[in-house]
């Protein structure tokens, strides 16, 4: 199977004419550290073109399991060995949608100061929502995490009539707050 | 809402149903064509049951298909489906079960909206007043961080004590405030819902990491001692984006318990509601007028877990 460092990306509906899903799987592990897998989340988001959410109703997440064209949907309960899933019917996703980008952060909870700094390891996977076959993993996002709360883990966007995924793995020290902004979102 | 059950395909989207779609996981030939419903199947609007015509594997596949209802073969003896909307109409106990009686529009009138709900707004500041009592928290407000109630009130009110009443999805009932040292929701757990904390003023924190666990709460205010409060100050919710929500304590003093506001989580939105109602009795009169009646009690200020 193929891993995606950093930065890379990779030509999806190209390289598979016949894909018209995705499933974004996102798994970790914290050795011990419940505190900090108890508090994570993850998170996806449908931006425009200026990569902005086209509305505080595109922030799907655990309390809003799917966005109004229903074509994003997060699983209540992860297949296989991910933490999380999200499911993408990319031949359904309205064309307003440019980009959707999934992140993870530390919800802040009841004054435990931690960071993404304490993962061991952080990947995100790419299944096929026909078989879910895996297409590619990124390298460990963890290995370079220090006092990060929240986690651009990557991203998929149209790219000349087809969809293209992305690695990002970038960090904010300032959690879900700073996230929130940069993509425009209202908490 | 208005809400047709004639056109489920134009029926409003529901984010909080995951189910509703869902993978159909490759599944070996020989296997029997059970019902693809979801692993949550109960709410499942009538999907596992016309799922289980075992002629063949046909693909029912998404459910708010514009079929649905014309796959409601009604001479089947099933019940009618518990689909939120249909509920109403099964309502009629006269018709036994067997029977699913004709759908007809939801009856007009009373749970219909006459105006919008007041909306909290990130950032900004919402009085409750005994005209507008109730604000609502979006999914968003309601899911992320944590969302403080704090009892901003002078020593002159006297020995206030906060506390909530409160009930998880899992049914578990109970209290949690520092009076009494139940200080976590639920009792010694290692990961609250709630906690009830004091920093200049006492405090309850909720979890919204776990928001899905919590059904609904009350706000208590008592005297510790037992004595009168002389009531004064502001109850103030926070939510990480900033929206604030305060309710004026202004109520001729007494003593008793007073239920000064409630919080109810309907369909991942926090609907706060100003209560401002007093009780002469103890905590536990309290609660159960609000319909707290899965706790036991060991007294009238104490549950047993």
């Known amino acids: 199977m193929a891993v995606m460092k950093r930065g890379s990306n990779v030509a999806l509906t190209r390289e598979i004419p016949t894909l018209t899903g995705l499933v ?64 993408i019917r990319l031949d359904a996703v309205p064309t307003e949608v440019s980009r959707i980008v999934v992140v993870l952060y530390l919800n802040e909870g009841m004054g435990l100061r931690r960071s993404l700094g304490q993962l061991r390891e952080c990947v995100l996977r790419v ?19 220090d006092g990060e709360t929240a986690l651009t883990l990557g991203e998929v966007y149209r790219h000349q009539g087809g969809w293209k995924f992305k690695v990002v793995g970038e960090g904010y020290s300032t959690g879900i707050a700073g996230l929130a902004k940069d993509y425009g979102i209202t908490l | 809402m208005n809400i047709d059950v004639f056109a489920p395909d134009q029926a409003p989207a529901r984010p909080d149903l995951g189910f509703l779609r869902h993978r159909v996981r490759p599944r070996p030939a020989a296997a029997p064509a059970v019902s693809p419903a979801a692993p949550a199947a109960p709410a499942a609007p009538s999907s596992s049951r016309s799922g289980l015509d075992l002629s ?46 004709p759908a007809t529009p939801p009856a007009p009138g009373r749970r219909r909206p006459v105006r919008p709900l007041p909306r909290a707004r990130s950032g900004e500041r919402t009085l409750l007043t005994p005209k507008t009592p109730t604000v609502t928290l979006n999914r968003l407000q309601s899911g992320v961080g944590v969302l403080t109630i704090e009892a901003a009130c ?23 405030s520092r009076s009494g040292g139940m200080t976590t929701a639920p009792r010694d757990s290692r990961r ?56 004026p ?41 609000y319909g707290f009646d899965r706790i036991s009690w060991l007294d009238d200020r104490t549950p047993v877990a």
């Open chain 1, 24 to 87: 974004l799987g996102v798994r970790w592990d914290a050795g011990a550290e419940t505190a900090l897998t108890d508090n994570l989340v993850v998170a996806t988001i449908l931006c425009d073109e200026h990569s902005k959410a086209l509305s505080d109703e595109h922030f799907v997440f655990f309390n809003q399991l799917t966005e109004p064209s229903m074509t994003v949907s997060q699983l209540e309960q992860a297949m296989g060995p991910d933490a999380e899933q999200v499911e």
């Open chain 1, 127 to 145: 299944l096929n929502l026909a078989d879910n076959a895996e297409l590619v993993r990124s390298e460990n996002l963890a290995s370079t995490l």
């Open chain 2, 56 to 101: 063949g594997p046909a693909p029912v596949k998404s459910a708010p298909s514009g079929t649905r209802s014309s796959s409601l073969d009604l001479s089947a003896p099933a019940p009618p489906a518990p689909a939120a909307p249909a509920a109403r109409s099964s309502l009629d106990l006269s018709t036994p079960a067997a029977a699913p009686p």
């Open chain 2, 154 to 176: 002078s020593p002159a009110v006297g020995d206030l004590r906060i506390g909530a009443a409160y009930q998880l999805a899992d049914g578990h009932s109970s209290l949690v």
């Open chain 2, 192 to 247: 609250p819902v709630i906690a009830a904390r004091a920093e200049q003023y006492e405090r309850l924190l909720i979890d919204l990491r776990q928001s899905r666990q919590l059904s609904r709460l009350v706000v208590l205010g008592f005297s510790e001692s037992g004595g009168q409060l002389a009531w004064g100050g502001t109850l103030i919710l926070t939510t990480a984006g900033g929206a604030r929500i305060e309710l």
């Open chain 2, 249 to 289: 304590l202004e109520r001729p003093a007494s003593s008793g318990v007073t239920v000064l506001l409630s919080i109810y989580n309907i369909r991942g939105e926090f609907v706060v509601r100003a209560e401002m109602e007093n009780f002469a009795g103890s905590i536990r009169t309290a609660v159960q007028a």
